[in-house]
């Protein structure tokens, strides 16, 4: 029996890639104005999200996880096909939507009792989260048996690492991400926070005096992770998210390949942050998530 990769929409992967890759996404929500919830991506396209957090920056908007039985719409579908189903969903420490999909699998339980349905918590977020998933649909593809796949997924995920910077503090002070009193500082030395995300959740790490100082710090963030790891950047898939600023992605993809010294481009994909994350981070994320390769 075949099984089904299926993941919420904070992996914010390409719906192309995702439909090519066989893995079925169950959409977040957003809203800014706490009352009209869209579908990301669906109903609401993720360029004209990060557009009118630009236009009005004084806008906050806010998401909304699946519910239950959007999970259980993805997960009929999977089982009526007679196929088991691994589900990833974002770190359980930034949102509930672990718990919408376990419910979803309550509510299959009677109907098909042969179809296994395992949950698992990424304990990472955003296009790290899709690595994840790009890696569990690669095991697929590749026949690996279905409780070895959760083995080696649930052995891999604490690899996952995300470190990045953001424009401002304003949108993590808003949404309670960290202390007013570390926002309100950040702001009047106009600084850029560094963030590091791992085991689930995020930890300060530092501050740099402009936006390229910041990049250099992200990059020397992932040189020294490596360095401690022992291993090589081979053994790891590698990525960029990005916010509004595809072209800073660019600049920042180079500057990575040079102090890491790679040669192809294709080693360190671009994925734009979708608004599952950018509610929190504002318009202008960006970072490197680095996670070991399944095989």
């Known amino acids: 029996m075949s099984y089904r990769i299926i993941s919420d929409g904070s992996c914010d992967l390409p719906p192309e890639l995702a439909e090519k890759q066989g893995i079925s996404v169950v959409p977040f929500y957003v809203s800014f104005d706490d009352k009209v919830y869209k579908r990301e991506i669906a109903e609401f396209g993720i360029r004209d999200f990060y557009q009118k957090m630009v236009d009005e920056p004084g806008v906050y908007p806010k998401s909304s996880m699946p519910t239950a039985p959007d999970f259980a719409k993805a997960f009929t579908a999977a089982a009526a096909a007679g196929e088991d189903i691994i589900c990833i969903c974002i770190t359980t420490k930034f949102s509930g939507s672990m718990q919408s999909a376990l419910l979803a699998k309550e509510m299959l339980a009677e109907k098909y009792p042969n179809i296994r349905i395992t949950v698992i918590d990424a304990m990472v977020n955003t296009v790290l989260q899709g690595i994840y998933v790009l890696e569990a649909a690669r095991l697929c593809r590749a026949g690996t048996d279905y409780d070895k796949a959760i083995e080696r997924l649930l052995a891999m995920r604490a690899s996952g690492r995300i470190f990045f910077t953001i424009g401002s503090m304003d949108y993590l002070q808003h949404g309670g991400r960290i202390g007013k009193l570390a926002g309100r500082v950040a702001s009047m030395l106009s600084v850029r926070p560094l963030i590091t995300l791992k085991e689930g959740e995020i930890f300060p790490s530092g ?9 250099a710090r992200v990059i020397d963030m992932l040189q020294r992770y490596l360095k401690e790891t022992g291993r090589k950047a081979e053994e790891f898939t590698i990525c960029i998210g990005y916010g509004f600023s595809r072209e800073e992605a660019v600049i920042f993809r180079r500057e ?18 979708g608004a599952t994350i950018a509610v929190h981070t504002g318009p202008y994320p960006i970072g490197v998530g680095i996670m070991e390769k399944a095989f």
């Open 207 to 215: 501050i740099a005096r402009n936006r390229q100082a910041s990049r």
């Open 256 to 273: 990575i390949m040079t102090a890491l010294n790679l040669v192809e481009e294709a080693c360190l994909p671009l994925y734009q942050i």
